[in-house]
């Protein structure tokens, strides 16, 4: 007899929504947190698609969580050691390797939370008849989709402020338009005379700058972007990109000699984005100059101060062109950092604009973060701990000996890759989602990058905003809208247009890359467009694993779907990083745009029930 004395509202909600916080965490929190501590694309969209892995290959050990001890036992014990991880994650990031430390944690988080993710599951159907499955597989998905909001949004926002709160006094800096004069600013590489303080403080100088409208020659403006590059780089304060440099190092492996060097080299030759100022009819572009930013105290060793400058009041017509993101450290905080200020070259108006560099701890606002969700998980762990029934159901395998626990586990195997057109289904499950697979790895990435390169230069509380909240309302509502086309026409009728809506709103991203407007609501709109369709298209994926794990072993058999669900997630995301750093965002996007057509090409070849999917109205 099940356990009836606790209802199922005290524990389904609470636990799928422990479900659903660390695998966001592992997918998008860690993108987010990787890119605001200054890691590469290559190296973030390479290393956390590794953290798909445990999801991939859990169809694996699945069985053993039947074997060994009860659900419930692992559902507690894996939530108390994703509550220790993530305060192991908190506690390595300010550390000089936290790179590696802390993937290593993460992938032992994700792990847990796969093994969690089957323990819920099965303990799901457990502790619940039938009718009450029916009825909370609404709720459960509700509360698991809260939980991304709440990773991929309140998370993040929390990140973004701490960041701001733990920073130095905003440094600010005026540029006004004239037609008459200009501020002289000499490019020197000299110090400048900045009184050092007892308060660590930006200077900003000149502070009110003034740039005459008189349009100048692109040779003139790539003199000064890259006068400011140079001195930059020299001074350390980004970072020296050079792929000639990485192709000729003798220290570099033979992958990197032999194969991904040449060909990033190629990529990026021919096929690479070439970011070229916009000009006017006469050949000219927009006037420009640079200011020069300092610290008045020096940094302790180790520390880096990162300063986030960008368009804060005014006309947009006055516009950051270089320098958006700039480090100082004990090395080089009283050598200028060099930001370049442009203004259109069809600005002809007298007019003013107020830029302002935000500092932060970064380190310690994603520290903080973390220890915030190490605590969630433990206050889980202490509540299910006592609030999850006890069904009599609920117990480990000891009637069979663990080798036919092996045998079975192997039939189990064997039957799914016997079943007719399994090559087929493959292909579409790893295809699938093909262009979404790399564009989630870059999506985040590309909202906080600076202009200069090509991103949209968001804060992280933006991101939080748009992606992580606006646009995982647009995911939910688009799966909701999608589930209830699909129980009317079926899965066959509905196969093209979901697909379709998979892949064309990837065109919102391009759009965004090519216009990159700095409207915040139409960012907002496009994102929610891109995502609204990637909710409804993701609906005939989910119906078609069903689809096709249906018989004997079906539980098992949709396990391993959705294994290969999560390989064609993980192996495109893992080289979107380096196919982004080669051919630039806009580019990239294009790219997306073109993983579309495998997509749709194998779905004419799927054979599917007319009549599966719909929704039978049983008589009164």
């Known amino acids: 007899m099940k356990n009836k004395t606790k209802s199922p509202w005290a524990w389904i909600p609470s636990l799928y929504f422990a479900q659903g916080l660390p695998y966001v965490v592992a997918m998008t929190v860690a993108v987010i947190m990787y890119k605001r501590l200054g890691i590469s694309n290559t190296d973030i969209a390479l290393y956390t698609s590794w953290l798909y892995l445990p999801w991939v290959i859990k169809p694996f050990w699945s069985p053993f969580v039947d074997l060994i001890k009860t659900k419930r036992w692992w559902i507690v014990t894996m939530q108390l050691l994703i509550g220790a991880g993530l305060a192991g994650v908190a506690f390595l990031i300010p550390m000089p390797f936290f790179f590696q430390g802390t993937l290593a944690v993460l992938w032992l988080i994700a792990f847990s939370s796969a093994t969690h993710d089957i323990a819920a599951d ?31 949004g309140l998370l993040i926002i929390i990140a973004g402020s701490l960041e701001s709160f733990t920073g130095l006094e ?12 200009q501020t002289e600013v000499v490019l020197q590489t000299t110090e400048n005379n900045v009184p050092q303080t007892d308060a660590m403080t930006f200077v900003a100088y000149p502070e009110n700058l003034m740039l005459n409208t008189k349009n100048i020659s692109v040779d003139s403006l790539n003199k000064i972007k890259a006068f400011a590059l140079e001195q930059n780089q020299k001074n350390g304060f980004v970072s020296i990109e050079n792929t000639a440099t990485e192709l000729k190092n003798d220290n570099a492996s033979w992958w990197n000699q032999k194969v991904s060097g040449p060909l990033g080299h190629f990529i990026k030759t021919n096929f690479g984005e070439k970011r070229d100022a916009v000009a006017g009819t006469d050949g000219k572009v927009g006037n420009a100059a640079v200011v020069a930013v300092k610290l008045t105290k020096k940094p302790e060793p ?16 006055i516009f950051l062109a270089s320098g958006e993101r700039v480090v100082f450290n004990a090395n080089n905080w009283n050598k200028p950092a060099l930001l370049v200020v442009q203004l259109d070259y069809k600005l002809k108006d007298e007019v003013k604009s ?12 994603w520290s903080i973060t973390f220890f915030i969700l190490s605590g969630f998980f433990i206050l889980f762990f202490i509540y299910h701990r006592f609030i999850l029934p006890r069904p009599a159901s ?9 080798k036919d626990i092996f045998i079975e586990f192997g039939n189990t195997f064997k039957s799914f890759f016997q079943k007719p057109g399994v090559g087929l289904a493959i292909t579409f499950m790893l295809l699938y989602r093909l262009g979404e697979a790399m564009l989630v790895k870059m999506a985040s990435p590309f909202l906080l990058d600076a ?5 949209l230069g968001l804060t992280t509380g933006q991101v939080g905003l748009v992606y992580g909240t606006v646009g995982i309302i647009a995911l939910t509502l688009g799966g909701i809208v999608g589930g209830i086309a699909a129980s009317r026409k079926g899965l066959k009728y509905w196969i093209w247009p979901m697909a379709l809506c998979i892949t064309l709103p990837h065109l919102a991203f391009l759009y965004l890359s090519w216009f990159m407007p700095d409207n915040l609501i139409l960012i907002n709109l496009a994102v929610a467009f891109e995502q609204f369709g990637y909710g409804f298209g993701f609906t005939a994926y989910m119906l078609y694993m069903i689809y096709f794990a249906d018989g004997k072993h079906k539980t098992a058999h949709y396990a391993i779907c959705t294994g290969f669900m999560a390989m064609g997630m993980m ?16 580019h990239f996007f294009i790219w997306v745009m073109i993983c579309a057509i495998p997509t749709l090409a194998v779905i004419p070849f799927l054979k599917i029930d007319k009549s599966y999917g719909i929704k039978i109205n049983k008589a009164p």
Do not use: C
Request: glycine share 12%.
């Open 122 to 152: 099965g303990f799901y159907m457990l502790a619940l008849d039938s009718s009450e499955q029916s009825f909370f597989v609404g709720i459960r998905s509700t509360f698991y989709r809260l939980a991304m909001i709440t990773g991929q």
């Open 170 to 181: 905003p440094v600010q800096f005026t540029v006004q338009s004239s037609n008459t004069a």
């Open 302 to 317: 180790g520390e880096n101060v990162v300063l986030n400058s960008s368009f804060a009041s005014g006309d947009k017509s």
């Open 354 to 365: 107020e830029f302002k560099g935000i500092s932060g701890n970064i380190k310690l606002a």
């Open 394 to 402: 609920d117990h480990a395998t000891e009637t069979n000996s663990p």
């Open 451 to 455: 202009r200069e390169v090509g991103g």
């Open 571 to 586: 192996l495109p995301g893992m080289i979107a990083g380096w196919l982004q750093d080669m051919l630039g965002y806009n």
